[in-house]
């Protein structure tokens, strides 16, 4: 079956850095998708990544604290700039498992910002 | 946007026990899914479920698009069902993709052997 992986699996982080987070897809897909866990809270869903465009985000959300990257139909990045205590949460990147009508998800990145 | 809730937020069963979750949402949908998150963190799809009726094992989805509503059944739960279950809508009528998704609040499920 289909698999998404993620780097780092978590990370603790000083308030004012950026963190980089990878997302690996074992096929090529055309959407990618990144989504926020905040502590014990639903998913939010912070922007589409599609291959060879610019990233489309949802409000609330701006490219210059979220940029994300695309660069190939496997591969994504969202890098969580200037980090603050209230960006500490889950972030999941998820593509359309190929051949059907259904998403899969990433284990997710734990973030915890001091 | 549209709105999304699911009921009950917790609930607490004995192993071997049925129960059943909803999920109204406030707009027509193109696309509802359920996912169960463990308690590591993982999400894993139940079912693509915007209309009609799946069964997959022990659990099974029914979506009655026309009142905006849909049910998880799960029978005779087992302690691994622990979890929460999401609720995840899209409107995008004519979409190619089923990955923008508006999620429910999620019901915490609690699975005592």
């Known amino acids: 079956s289909a698999v998404i992986s993620q780097k780092p699996s978590r990370d603790i982080c000083q308030r004012g850095t950026s963190l980089t987070i990878q997302c690996q897809v074992d096929?090529?897909?055309?959407?990618m998708f990144w989504y926020r866990q905040q502590p014990g809270q639903s998913l939010t869903l912070i922007a589409t990544?599609?291959?060879?465009?610019?990233?489309?985000?949802e409000s609330g959300f701006v490219i210059d604290k979220f940029p994300i990257s695309r660069p190939n139909l496997t591969f994504s990045t969202l890098t969580v700039s200037n980090m603050s205590p209230e960006d500490s949460s889950i972030y999941l990147c998820?593509?359309?498992?190929?051949?059907?009508?259904?998403?899969?998800f990433g284990p997710g990145t734990r973030l915890t910002v001091l | 946007g549209i709105q999304v809730e699911q009921s009950p937020p917790d609930l607490i069963l004995q192993e071997g026990a049925n129960s059943t979750l909803r999920c109204n949402f406030s707009?027509?949908?193109?696309?509802l899914q359920w996912f169960h998150q463990n308690p590591w963190g993982q999400l894993i799809n139940l079912f693509y479920?915007?209309?009609g009726t799946k069964q997959n094992g022990r659990l099974s989805a029914t979506t009655v698009a026309t009142e905006r509503y849909s049910l998880l059944y799960i029978s005779s739960s087992q302690t691994t069902d622990s979890g929460v279950y999401f609720c995840?809508?899209?409107?995008?009528?004519?979409?190619?993709?089923?990955?923008?998704?508006?999620f429910g609040q999620g019901t915490i499920l609690t699975v005592h052997p």
């Open positions: 479920i915007p209309s």
């Open positions: 990544a599609n291959q060879g465009s610019e990233a489309t985000y």
């Open positions: 096929s090529q897909v055309t959407m």
């Open positions: 995840a809508v899209d409107t995008n009528a004519g979409g190619t993709s089923y990955g923008k998704l508006t």
């Open positions: 998820s593509a359309d498992r190929p051949g059907t009508d259904t998403q899969y």
């Open positions: 707009d027509s949908v193109n696309n």
